[in-house]
């Protein structure tokens, strides 16, 4: 398999699909196991031992990736909180750089706030 291929432009579709996914499913977890699975099944498919190590690898930089969405999200809830405590507009300017939505903070689009209860 092409190197660039496996050191560049999975590890890229990883990212991406991870950040995705997280914001969906809120299970940081979940997402690496899944990832897991998907390259566990095409490593079995094709039959190349260096796709098997890469897919542990995935996995982790899908675990990563997706703890720090959950971090950075975490963050920008209580940045906004504070923000909106005390009348300033950093909490617009963040939900637009991020969203171009006009306030997620006051809408809880963020997945921290989904599970609150536990």
Request: proline fraction near 2%.
């Amino acid at each position: 398999m092409n190197t660039i291929l496996l050191f560049v432009a999975i590890p890229i579709l990883v990212i991406v699909v991870t950040i995705i996914l997280e914001k969906l499913l809120n299970n940081p977890l979940l997402i690496a196991a899944l990832v897991f699975a998907v390259f566990l099944v095409v490593t079995f498919a094709i039959g190349d031992i260096t796709l098997l190590i890469a897919a542990f690898a995935y996995a982790l930089l899908a675990l990563l990736t997706a703890l720090a969405v959950r971090a950075f999200c975490c963050l920008k809830r209580l940045l906004c909180r504070e923000s909106n405590e005390n009348n300033n507009n950093l909490c617009d300017t963040l939900a637009e750089s991020i969203d171009n939505n006009n306030n997620l903070c006051n809408n809880n689009n963020c997945g921290c706030n989904r599970h609150r209860g536990r």
